[in-house]
C-alpha cells in the first residue's frame, strides 16, 4: 500500500508537459508558412487571422511570433512594443524572458549593444538549455562591444562555470535529417574575432559550441582588461585543443593568431612563433599566420626562415592585405640575408605587380559603379522572400572576382545587400498586387454585371411560387386535419388507393339499393349487400388502425412545410435586403480597391527611390573598401620605391660611407607588427 500511495505521490508531483497542440487551424496555416523558411507570409497571414480573432488560445503565442517576425525585418520598435504588451498584460515569464533574449540579439547584430544590454537586463530567469550559455555569451559580448572587458570576463566566467549543454547525438546515416532550426535558433551561432564580431552557423557541432567561444572571448577580454597572461593561458588552452567542427577548427586558428600578434606585442617572438605554427596551412586565417610567422623569425634575426612563409604568401591571392605586404617582406629578408641583386628584383616585382593590382581594382571599382556587382548578385542570387537567412551561393561576373571576398564578408555589406535584396521583394509584391487589384476590379464587374442580370429572374421565380399561396394551401390542409380528428375521421387521412376502394364501395352500395328488382333477379342482393358492408367494416377499421401513425405522418410533414416555408420567406428577404444592400457592398469594394490601388501606387515610387539609394550605397561600401586596398597598394607601392632607392644607394655608395637604413615592411593593422588580438 505505501509503495502505491508512493508511485501516485511521484506522479502527482510530476509537472505538466506543455501542450504545443494547435488548436486554431488559421495559426497552424501560419506556422506552415514559418517552417516553410517563408517568413513574409507567415508574418501577413498572421497579422490578418489576429484582424479576424482567428487564433483563440494561442493569442500570447501568435504575439511572440509576430514579435520575432518583425524583429527579422529590423522593426525593433514594433517588436519592442509588442513585448512590452506581452508583459504589461501578464505573459509568462518563460515567454517574456525569450522573448527579450531574442530582442537583445538581434539588436546587438543591428550594431546596438546598449539597447542589446538594456533587453538582456530584463530577463528574470534563467533560460532553457543552452540558451543561457548563449545568454551569457551575447552578455559578454555586449560588454566587450561596451568596452567593459571585466564585466565581460565576469558573464564569460559564468557560462564556463555551468555544466556543459546536453550532447546531440548526430543523426545516423539511412535515418532522415532533423528539422531545421527554427527562426529564433537561427539567428545563433557565435564567432568573435579579435577586432570585429562576426556571425557564424554550423549545424554539425554534436555538442554546444557555446563554451569555447566562451574561453575565447574570454581570453580577449582578460588581455584588453591588463591581465596578458591570463588572457594569453586560455588563448593557449584553446589552441592547443582538437576539435570536431569546422566552425570550432577556424575558432582554434583564430585563437593562435590572436595569441601569436599578442605575444609580438608583448616582445615574445618565441612564444609568437610556437602559437602560428599551429594555425592550419590552408585555414581561413592562414594569411595571418603565415605573416606573422615571418615577422617572428625576422625579429629573432632569423631573416632564412621568415623567408620560407614569406615565399609561400606571397604567391597568394593579392586580394588579401597580409599577400601584398609580403611582397616586400620577402624582398627585405633577401636584403637582410645580403642577396642585394634579388631583393632588387623582388622589389621591381612588387612595385609592378602593385600596379597591376593598382589598375585592377579600378576596373572593379568600375565595374562596381556600373551596377555588375548589385545586379549580378540579386540576379544569380534570388529570393522567394524576405529575411536574414538568404546566403549568397553565386557571384557575378565581374573582371576580377578575387576582389569580391573581403569585400563581400565585411557586416555592413552584408546588411547593406540584405536591406537592398528586401527592398527588391517589396517592389516585386507591390507589382504583383497591383496587378491583383486589377484582377480583383475586373471580379468585381462580372459579380455586379451577374447580379444585375440574375435578380429579376430570381424575383419572378420568386413570385410565381407564391409563398402566400403556399401558405394557404397549408393552413387549409391542416384545417382539414384538425376537423378530421374532431370526427375520428380516417377517411380524411386515406391515400388515393383507399380513396378509390371507398368510392367502389359507395358506388356498389348505392347501385344495389337503386336497382330495385331487375338487380335483385339478377344477384343475390342480399348476399352482395351483406359482402359490401364486411367490405366496407374493413376498410374503416383498417384507417381508424392507421389513423394514429397517419395522424403523426401528417404533422410531421405539416411541421416540415412549416420549415421550408419560413426558409422561402427567410430568402425572399434576403433577396430584398440583397437588392438594396448588394449595390452597396460592390461600391464599397470598388472605392476599397481603388485606394489600395492608388496607395500603391504612392509606395512604388518611394520604395523605387529607396533601393535606388540602397543600390548606391552597397556599391558605395563595396567601392570605399576597395579603394582602401588602392589606399594600402600606395603605401606598400612607396615603400618598394624607397627600398630600391636605398639598394642604389647601397650599390654606388664609397667604401667607408655610412651605410644607409634597410627598407622596413609596412606596420598595417591587418597583418603587420601592430595587429593585435
Known sequence: MSLCLASVGAQAAEPAKPDHS?????????????FQDRPFPALTSLMVSQQFDRLPRHEDEAEVLRGGLLLGYGLHREAGEIFSRLIERGAEPAVRDRAWYYLAKIRYQRGSPAEADEALSHIEHALPGALEDERSLLAGQIRLTLGDAPGAAESLRALLARPPAPEIKPTPKGQPEPPKPGFFSRIGGWLVDAVTLNFWRTDEAPVSTAPAYARFNLGVALIRSGDVDGGRALLDELGRTPMYSEELRVLRDQANV????????????EGAAKALERVRLQGLHSNKALLGFGWAAAAQKKPAEALVPWMELAGRDPSDAAVLEARIAVPYALAELGAYGQALTRYQEAIGAYDQEHKALDESIAAIRSGALVNGLTERNPAEDMGWFLPITQLPDMPHQGHLAPVMAGHDFQEAFKNYRDLNFLSHNLAEWQDKLGIYGDMLDQRRKAFTERLPQVRQRTAELSVDGLQRQRDALAS???????AADGLAYANPAERAQQARLDSAQKLLAEGGDAVKAEVDADAVGERLRRLSGALTW????????????AEKSLRE???Q????REHDAKLDAAQRTEPAKFDAFAVRLGELSERIKAL?????????EQQQALQDTAVQALQAQQERL???????RYAVAQLYDRATQKPGDPKPGEPKPSDDAQGGQRAKP
Not at 547 to 553: I, Y
Request: proline letters at 6%; glycine letters at 4%.
Open 480 to 486: 382539414e386535419f384538425e376537423a378530421a380528428d374532431t
Open 561 to 563: 412545410t412549416d420549415r
Open 604 to 612: 512604388q515610387p518611394r520604395v523605387a527611390a529607396l533601393t535606388s
Open 22 to 34: 494547435i488548436k486554431a487551424p488559421h495559426y497552424g496555416d501560419t506556422l506552415f508558412y514559418f
Open 542 to 553: 383498417q384507417l381508424a388502425q392507421s389513423l394514429p401513425e397517419r395522424r403523426w405522418s
Open 634 to 640: 600606395v603605401g606598400y607601392t612607396n615603400q618598394a
Open 258 to 269: 590572436a595569441l601569436g600578434f599578442t605575444a609580438l606585442t608583448q616582445d615574445d617572438p
Open 565 to 568: 416555408l419560413a426558409e422561402a
